[in-house]
């Protein structure tokens, strides 16, 4: 570009300082412009920091030291007890806490499954077209028909139970061995394999219009191999999709984990959101609120941070879908 | 229209042999040995063998060539496992003795009396609400009503449910706080779950009928009859509301086979014995056959709402037989 002597501009002058080389450098500059999508991904940051950081040790034994004999209220006295206890004495807080690394685990693990099947699937169908086509559209029809809540259920109901050759570890020598499988995997397995569709059909449809773009001819033309022009030059073009269904992904993954689990099918041996939620329908009649309102508070922000990040980024990176709300 | 609508029904068909494909593939060869999980692990093989044949397990997946030989018969051929699940020819549920269409027909009642009535009230605040925030647009009440609908999609709807089962049963009292009674007492026990359809869903539509009011007060249909000196009132109710029915039935339709499946989240928190918990129970139980008749109904019937939502679009808007 840079070698085109006189340089044509059919920006207005006032808006040349505006100008930005890349699409990404764009998408900042309107993302940053808007504070409320500048706080939500501080909360986002805040909740990745804290996933992180429950990952050391020192989580696994606070949720199972109690500081009380049983249910005992929020109090400002020590850290442990700032949010309650539950039924067992084990502080509401760490339990809190820990449930960040479930759903980190579900959400990074999942997204990456269904984003990585279906933008995969998504470049093929739309790139080669024909059969090959036909087939994927059809897969996707097909597992679209089914509703999400009763694949999901049905994806547990077939891998509860079963052995697998698993990793496990035992007097710290790791080795093959079946087993069953960990709730967690189940529910990512169980989340990724079937949220797949969304994304696909979004890909399959951008990409079928780049196909025929002149970068894309040119780059056939210059011998530039399939495989390279599908990961060089069209999936950097459609990967704004995927952003944005990432963030919005996480909404849904950690909502399904909390239906999942009430429902009998998801966490269990481990303190989760979900379980929290779940143990308050008996602790709500009771009076004990402070473990179901953690929980709710906990999901209900990061969600929000996630549903308005999502918008900010769908208005940053596709400026055409602007307005559409 | 009618070449559409013959393409678009045509096309359904091989969607429903993947939905049985895939029905068949996760609950046979995916899943564990369904019979073995319902016996439990002390069970020997003699039992097994009477739960495998009451399950229809002892039938070959796919085709049955020897049974066809052996009987001289081409329906022994077909006498196999993937096409009794393709023809509806579901095994009796093992937990209840019965067969799956009997309890669909005893239980589905039950999810409709609350489906039902949560769905119209619904249908008719989302449409006022959408209404009167698109004509208010950027004014308090349109800020107030995107604000709650999007911390509605951010909370957990069990969340929701827990709260409004608190309030209004514990605290209040004004309703049984769980349970279920049959015939006109049905009524006390279905109101809190209806209203908590309502609460948690209430944001969500809202917010969709108003972008779809706001795209349509856009047109040139708005600006002609508001050019020609109608009053905005009957601009709303009349021009606009007519064709912001065309989403609202299509997505009625689509909506139907969810509302016979219930909410399972939703009758699980509120002992109510329909369709959603029966799916939950027989999760439970290992009901095999339920659990598979149930997901393969609901698909089915989701997507012949799918194709009758799409004839019907075509059928009122001409314009789609064109594509």
């Known amino acids: 570009m840079s070698m085109m002597a006189p340089s044509i501009s059919v920006v207005p002058d006032s808006d040349v300082a505006e100008i930005s080389r890349s699409l990404w450098g764009d998408a900042w500059k309107r993302l940053s412009r808007r504070p409320s999508a500048m706080i939500c991904m501080g909360i986002v940051a805040v909740y990745l920091l804290v996933g992180l950081a429950s990952f050391l040790p020192v989580f696994d034994r606070k949720i199972e030291q109690a500081v009380a004999d049983g249910y005992q209220g929020p109090s400002f006295k020590s850290f442990d007890r700032l949010l309650g206890t539950d039924i067992q004495g084990f502080p509401v807080i760490w339990r809190l806490l820990y449930g960040t690394r479930v759903a980190l685990l579900i959400t990074i693990f999942a997204s990456v499954l269904s984003l990585g099947i279906g933008v995969t699937l998504g470049i093929v169908a739309g790139y080669f077209g024909g059969w090959i086509d036909d087939i994927i559209t059809w897969l996707f029809t097909t597992v679209s028909s089914v509703p999400w809540i009763l694949l999901m259920i049905a994806m547990v109901y077939a891998l509860k139970g079963r052995m697998f050759p698993w990793f496990v570890i035992e007097n710290r020598r790791p080795h093959f061995a079946w087993a069953e499988m960990d709730p967690t995997v189940m529910i990512i397995l169980a989340l990724g394999l079937t949220d797949w569709v969304g994304i696909c059909r979004l890909i399959r449809g951008e990409v079928l219009k780049h196909r025929e773009r002149d970068y894309v001819q040119a780059a056939r033309a210059a011998g530039v191999g399939t495989g390279r022009i599908l990961s060089r030059h069209i999936l950097p073009n459609v990967f704004h999709l995927v952003i944005i269904s990432f963030s919005l992904g996480a909404v849904a993954y950690v909502q399904a984990e909390v239906v999942l689990t009430f429902l009998g099918l998801g966490i269990t041996g481990r303190p989760s959101w979900g379980r929290m939620i779940d143990d308050a329908k008996l602790e709500l009649l009771r009076g004990v609120w402070w473990q179901a309102v953690a929980a709710t508070a906990a999901i209900g922000i990061l969600c929000l941070a996630l549903n308005l990040l999502g918008d900010a980024l769908r208005d940053a990176l596709d400026p055409r879908l602007r307005g559409a709300d | ?323």
């Open chain 2, 1 to 323: 229209m009618w070449a559409y609508i013959v393409r678009r029904i045509l096309l359904t068909i091989p969607t429903v042999l993947g939905i049985v494909l895939l029905t068949f593939v996760l609950f046979t060869l995916v899943s564990k040995d369904p019979a073995r999980a319902y016996a439990g692990k002390q069970a020997n093989e003699t039992t097994l063998r009477a739960i495998r044949h009451k399950m229809g397990l002892d039938k070959k997946p796919f085709f049955d060539l020897e049974g066809a030989r052996e009987k001289h018969s081409i329906k022994a051929f077909f006498d196999t496992q993937f096409f009794d699940l393709l023809f509806f020819r579901f095994p009796q549920s093992m937990r209840y003795e019965d067969s799956v269409w009997h309890l669909l027909k005893t239980k589905g009642p039950v999810s409709l009396a609350i489906q039902v009535p949560a769905f119209l009230i619904l249908l008719g605040l989302e449409l006022a609400i959408a209404l009167y925030v698109a004509n208010h647009r950027g004014k308090t009440a349109d800020v107030l009503v995107t604000t709650i609908s999007i911390l509605g999609m951010s909370i957990p709807a069990l969340s929701i449910y827990l709260a409004a089962q608190w309030f209004f049963g514990a605290q209040l009292q004004i309703f049984p706080v769980a349970g279920w009674e049959g015939g006109f007492y049905a009524i006390q026990f279905a109101a809190l779950p209806i209203l908590c359809v309502i609460f948690s869903q209430l944001g969500w539509g809202a917010r969709f009928y108003r972008t779809v009011v706001l795209d349509e007060l856009g047109s040139d249909y708005v600006r002609t009859a508001r050019a020609k000196g109608l009053p905005q009132r009957e601009v709303m109710l009349t021009h606009v509301l007519r064709n912001v029915m065309i989403p609202v039935v299509t997505n009625t339709v689509a909506a139907l086979p969810f509302l016979l499946l219930g909410a399972l989240v939703l009758e699980h928190l509120f002992q109510i014995p329909g369709m959603g918990e029966l799916i939950v129970q027989s999760i439970f139980n290992e009901d095999r056959s339920v659990v598979m008749g149930l997901v393969y109904l609901t698909s089915i019937a989701y997507c012949i709402a799918l194709l009758l939502s799409d004839i019907l679009y075509s059928v009122v808007d001409p314009r789609v037989s064109l594509r």
